[in-house]
């Protein structure tokens, strides 16, 4: 029986590359069948999607003014939004776009009251265009939109498995936790979870928060079922 009735799901643009540029459609497809599954059993699925995959402001637009460079990364979630929408479809998974950028022949401006009843309706409603403002991130973007939607739960799948104490990959001696407080992310800098989102976290909702590996699409399903996976911050 499935624990959370209504989550917001967060996928990085790398966890969908499959380590290369642009999007592994196979990987696509098997994280939309398990979406699928989840749908299935009843909990409706908002969808914040990640363009680090194409584009990162920060890291890519180094030469650019940081503005342009950002808006530039929203428009990449916008590729990956209309990817797996067309994905999910394949599946007969009804879905929708929104975007806080307007892109009116391809997408939904994003209404709050709308997303809420496609979600009512069993659609799954993918949101792109991160907050639609620069400087923010799209794990920002993810805390935000699932508020907005009240979410039971925000789901991070990343390409790490969950938060460190330092990058595994550099620190070998770098710790996993499996709980955490949004206070202790902030006084420690765990990079993992952007730290504006940790800040926007800290109201009386607390909406908690999983992060976990996309590796194996089926996190998805455990972290909805409420298996504890990753680390959890609440």
């Known amino acids: 029986m499935k624990?959370?009735?209504?989550?917001?799901?967060?996928?990085?643009?790398?966890?969908?590359?499959?380590g290369g540029a642009n999007l592994d459609f196979d990987k696509l497809k098997s994280v939309c069948e398990v979406i699928k599954?989840?749908?299935?059993?009843?909990?409706?699925?908002?969808?914040?999607?990640?363009?680090?995959?194409?584009?990162?402001?920060a890291r890519n637009g180094a030469k650019l003014q940081r503005t342009r460079a950002d808006h530039m990364g929203m428009l990449a979630t916008g590729i990956n939004a209309l990817a797996l929408a067309d994905v999910l479809e394949s599946l007969e998974v009804p879905a929708r776009v929104q975007t806080a950028?307007?892109?009116?022949?391809?997408a939904e401006p994003y209404s709050?009251?709308?997303?809420?009843?496609?979600?009512?309706?069993?659609?799954?409603?993918?949101?792109?265009g991160g907050t639609g403002?620069?400087?923010?991130?799209?794990?920002?973007?993810?805390?935000?939109r699932g508020k907005e939607i009240q979410a039971n739960v925000i789901l991070l799948a990343k390409n790490i498995d969950g938060v460190y104490s330092a990058d595994p990959k550099k620190d070998p001696d770098a710790?996993?936790?499996t709980d955490l407080t949004f206070e202790e992310v902030i006084d420690r800098k765990l990079t993992v979870i952007d730290l504006t989102a940790a800040?926007?976290?800290?109201?009386?909702?607390?909406?908690?928060?999983?992060?976990?590996?996309l590796d194996d699409p089926d996190n998805i399903r455990r972290a909805v079922m409420g298996e504890h996976i990753g680390t959890i911050v609440k």
């Open 112 to 128: 709050r009251d709308r997303a809420v009843r496609h979600l009512e309706k069993g659609r799954a409603v993918i949101f792109a």
């Open 37 to 57: 599954s989840c749908m299935l059993g009843g909990t409706q699925t908002g969808i914040v999607v990640g363009g680090g995959n194409i584009w990162r402001g």
């Open 3 to 18: 624990r959370y009735g209504r989550v917001l799901l967060k996928l990085s643009g790398e966890a969908l590359s499959g």
């Open 175 to 177: 710790v996993k936790y």
């Open 199 to 213: 800040s926007l976290s800290i109201d009386e909702q607390r909406t908690p928060l999983y992060v976990f590996s």
């Open 101 to 106: 950028l307007e892109m009116g022949r391809a």
């Open 133 to 144: 403002n620069p400087y923010f991130s799209t794990d920002t973007a993810a805390v935000l």
